[in-house]
């Protein structure tokens, strides 16, 4: 099962990010990708909470974790949950809220380039490995409004249900993390690895070199196969 990001504002079944990658691991598997709930866009650029909306966290996340509940009753085994930037965290975050309920098996994440933390956390490795183009995005204030724009409520820019980012990630399953080389939110994704460990979960962490964000959307680059190649091959050893 396979899910897009776009900031938990963009994005649709018909996009690249969720597209490609679904298609590229598919032979011989049956893949899902789900167009879950995005937040409205009138919040977006805002920097007070901009309140509550139907839309607005948990509602993307419980379409995702209906589709879980699904998908594996319909398959009779455990799935593998995987997703880029804003469904990374989708699907980190439905693995976590998941974990150890009977009948919603998860044998494995696929988390590429992802944004798992409320407060993007700061590491100079990755601030230093920024280029030009990789600099003006995705600043930590930039990162807080997306956040706030899709929980609604200041209250919930914190470790949890919607963060999985420095929360209680006992029991989490294995995972195969992929990170964009010149992309702020490696940040997020190297504390995640990080805290994953430490919590006892198998990981295998990549960096794909010379990426920036979004890189998933690029089906012809020599980087997209070669992180097809990672997934597929991580799938194989973990069904």
Do not use: C
């Amino acid at each position: 099962m396979w899910l897009h990001g776009g900031a938990f504002v963009y994005g649709g079944l018909d996009m690249l990010e969720s597209d490609a990658p679904a298609r590229a691991v598919a032979s011989g598997r049956r893949v899902v990708t789900v167009h879950y709930r995005l937040a409205p866009k009138s919040g977006l650029w805002r920097k007070s909470a901009p309140g509550k909306h139907p839309n607005r966290f948990p509602a993307a996340q419980d379409d995702v974790v209906d589709v879980v509940r699904w998908l594996v009753e319909d398959s009779g085994s455990e799935i593998h949950l995987g997703g880029a930037s804003g469904g990374a965290n989708l699907a980190a975050a439905a693995a976590r809220r998941l974990r150890g309920e009977s009948g919603a098996g998860i044998a494995s994440t696929v988390l590429a380039y992802g944004l798992f933390h409320a407060v993007l956390p700061v590491v100079p490795e990755v601030e230093a490995s920024l280029d030009l183009f990789a600099r003006p995005l995705l600043t930590p204030a930039m990162v807080r409004r997306i956040n706030l724009n899709y929980v609604g409520d200041q209250a919930l820019l914190r470790p949890g249900p919607a963060f999985p980012g420095g929360s209680d990630l006992r029991g989490f399953p294995p995972t195969l993390m992929l990170e964009a080389h010149k992309d702020r939110l490696r940040a997020s994704g190297t504390t995640m690895h990080r805290e994953l460990r430490e919590a006892g979960t198998e990981v295998e962490y990549t960096v794909v070199e010379g990426t920036r964000h979004g890189f998933l959307s690029l089906p012809r680059s020599r980087a997209f196969r070669t992180s097809m190649s990672l997934i597929t091959t991580w799938l194989s050893r973990h069904d």
